[in-house]
Each structure stands twice: as C-alpha cells, then as structure tokens.
C-alpha cells in the first residue's frame, strides 16, 4: 500500500491515476469529503480524511503502508514539525521507501518556504529513512490561476514578464513520482531537480498565442496585489482598456469571469495570513529574480518517457477547455 499525501491537489490527483494505472494500491491522504470523493473517482483504494498539521492524523494514516509520496499544500509553511512527525511514523511502520516533494532551488534563504523544504530534507536524510527527493521547478499549470483572462488575449501574472521562470508538467512530476514509487531501486538516497524549460512569460504568451490563435500579452501584476487587488487596477485595467478597444468589447465576457475568480484562485483568500505574506514574499523574489531552472539532465533520469513541452502543455489544456487551433 502507497499512502499519497495531499492526494487531491495538483501533483496528487494524476500521481494517484498513475499508479493504481500500474496496479498500486493507494491510501488517499485528503482534506476534505469533497476531496474524498474525487480521490474515490480517481481509484485510490482507501481514503483518508485528515489534517497534516494534527498530531496523530499523519501517524494513523501511515499505520499498515510500505511506501510514502509526501507532498504538504502550498499553504502549510511550518513544514518541519510535520515531517519530524512523519520520520517518527516512518521508521515506526518500517517504511520501505519514502518519496519527498521537496523544491527547485530550496537553498535560496530569501524565501522562507524553500528554506523549509531544505531542513526537511536534511532531517528526512539523517533519519536513516529510504529516501528519495524530488526538486520540482515551478509549474505550467501556475498561469492557469488566470485562465479566464486568456480569452481576453491576456496573461496577467504577480511577476515580471521578462522574469525567467525554470517550468515543469505537474503531469511529468506525478509521472516521474509513480515511477520511482513503483521502481525504486537506484533511486533511494537520490535528489533530483524536475526541470524542463526555462521561459519568461512574454515567452509563455507567443506559445499560447500559437495555441489559441489569437494574440496574448504578458502583463505584470504588483506582487503585493495578491493580498491588495487594488493595486492591479492600474497595470490590468489598462490591459482591459487595450483587450476591449482591440476586440470591439468581444472580450468582454472572458474580462469578467476573470475579475470574478482569479483574486481567489486555488481559495488563496481562505489561506492562512503567514501562508498568504509567504506567497507574496516569494512572488516578490521571483518578480525580481526569476526562478532558474534546476540540472536538465535529471528529468530524463526519473521520467519514463520524453517529458512535455509547454507547447504541448499549453494545447492540452486548450483542447480540454474545448478552445484554440488545430
């Protein structure tokens, strides 16, 4: 039995269709009845309802497993007394191998959630554990927070467009996982950084530009406007302005739907105030600094099949959406 922590989040979900794809029993650690069922749909064998952050939830669901993929929400800052928890379980149940979801870059000191992700690792590492770490770069998927401004021919974005980000499939990432779960030998005691390209966002706007076969403008949004949408009135209505006036009002619809779910996006607004000023500060940094991809040659090491482009992520979503070109 593998018990996949956050089993219903971005990483979670196709990690949990992949190995029950490969005849895994899996143990769906989730959050919510909402969550529980779609880890049902998606095949997980058990499912459990819990909090990471509650003595004893963590413990009860490792009870009778063998290995562990462990993945805390974004939200989760003070990650250290989870995994000092999760190593004590760990090495109770005598597991056989655990996979940590670590970061890409977790050294840089500037952002504190990173930070977090290297003391857990050296933690999980000194623990004696059969461990392996996985890196992953910032997702493709993070741009789809604002995907209802895409019809609007914008890609807004709390970050510099000419900020270089190191990107990477969350499809690749649970790919990569399911595999190392289901053939770990050579695998234990290894770190690798999951990287496949590194863009700007003006970058990322040609592609989907191609992809949904109108143009598409990369727009920065203050960092700070995460938590204050005021400060994006300046910088994204002046995008509106420009979408309106270039469409004859067409993306009017696409412009609305936008303004109404992307300053909640992934429920940001519900998201605890240390865990909301960690996301700002570390938008901050990348609007400054970018997020450089990790070692290329990794990827390849853990993924079973090419890994995908963000061309091919970009036209995957657009099909799923029903949108764009052939």
Known sequence: MILVTSAAGGVGRPLVRGLVANDCKVRAFVKTDDQARQSKADGATEVVIGDLRRPGDLESALAGVGQLYHAAPTQLIDELPVVERLIAAAQAERLTHIVFHSVIHPDIAELPHH?????????????????????????????????????????????????????????????????VLTHPEGHIGQTYDLSTVELDRHEMARIWSRVLGHPMTAVRLPPESLTNPLLAVGPLGAAIGRSLVSTRLRSGPSIIRGLRTAPNARGFRSWPADAQDTYVRMMKYYDVHGLPAGNFADLPKVLPRPANSYEQFARRIATTHGVGTA
């Open 115 to 179: 930070r977090q992700k290297l003391l857990a690792e050296a933690r999980l590492r000194d623990s004696g554990l059969p461990v392996t770490v996985l890196r992953p770069s910032h997702y493709m998927q993070n741009v789809l927070d604002f995907w209802d401004f895409f019809g609007a021919g914008l890609l807004p974005y709390p970050t510099s467009p000419e900020s270089r980000m190191g990107v990477v499939d969350v499809e690749d990432i649970a790919a990569a996982a399911a595999n």
